[in-house]
């Protein structure tokens, strides 16, 4: 419009140079902030141009891409190792002698240098306090005893007899103010024919890998029909006992008792056809 345009020469040149110096502050400070900035921790960065951004936006996601499948792909292989270490222990194992009874130097050698392999595998943190942990998915039901290196009567060896020998979980008792178990219930079994010995004992988790163990009560019977039964003392010798956890899954569990021999137990069928939390859930009662 006519009333912009200056009157004379020297009034259009001052025009022009006022143009030209906001033109200069426009492209000394609006561009930078608008093209050329980043942002960085919260800070904006001149000093880092648009190009340079997006090489570096280009290059970063890749990278973080490659690092998101290179950390699935390792829980994978570690994953496979680990079912392969376990079906190579099974596999060892049920070549051997029965529950692993008098096995040779050379099979306990073979059996349990797999056994410790598949130990240094083991997926479960804390497993003394996971083992009394709702659902209970490393107690709840019967579980058969796989192999162990010891010579006593939790072998399953009775004379020149080698029998069953079950673990099933039976519940919980004293639950802490978080609803978790502060013990629980189970028995070992050996089954040999008709006869069945039965011992009741109490676990409470101390560390997270050691649970100090109580026995209560022996119990015998022939047919189905008891015909013996016993009661632990409190603080009786020998009514106490403690087991480290080696190695826990939903299907096999590794633990060390107090004299240092292996118990390696494999889930089987449950007892009664249901376990303990199944026949909770049947009845209605509210999962612990």
Do not use: H
């Amino acid at each position: 419009p006519d009333v912009l345009r200056p009157a004379n020469k020297m009034g259009r040149l001052l025009q022009f140079v006022a143009i030209s110096m906001m033109l200069q502050v426009s492209t000394a400070f609006v561009l930078p902030l608008s093209s050329k900035c980043v942002l960085a921790a919260g800070r904006c960065r001149p000093d880092v141009s648009y190009a340079t951004l997006r090489r570096t936006k280009e290059t970063a996601l890749p990278s973080l891409r490659m690092q998101s499948e290179t950390a699935g792909a390792t829980e994978v292989d570690v994953e496979s190792k680990r079912e392969t270490a376990k079906q190579a222990f099974i596999s060892a194992a049920q070549a051997g002698p029965k529950n692993g009874v008098d096995a040779s130097p050379e099979q306990r050698k073979e059996i349990e240098s797999k056994l410790e392999a598949l130990i240094e595998l083991n997926p479960t943190k804390e497993p003394a306090f996971a083992l009394l942990r709702p659902p209970y998915q490393y107690f709840d039901g019967t579980f058969e005893l796989l192999y162990t290196n010891t010579g006593g009567g939790s072998s399953g060896k009775l004379g020149a007899f080698v029998g069953d020998v079950t673990q099933t979980f039976l519940g919980i008792r004293d639950n802490d103010a978080m609803g978790f178990s502060r013990r629980g219930i189970f028995t070992n079994n050996v089954q040999i024919g008709p006869f069945r010995a039965s011992l009741t004992a109490r676990c409470e988790s101390k560390t997270e890998t050691r649970l100090d163990i109580t026995f209560e009560e022996t119990n015998i019977s022939l047919f189905g029909i008891p015909v013996k039964k016993k009661e632990f003392e409190v603080g009786a010798k020998g009514a106490k006992g403690s087991w480290t956890m080696l190695y826990a899954d939903s299907s096999l569990r590794v633990l060390k008792t107090n004299a240092g021999n292996y118990m390696v137990l494999k889930r089987g069928a449950p007892e009664g056809g249901e376990s303990w939390m199944e026949r909770q859930m049947r009845l209605g009662s509210k999962p612990l």
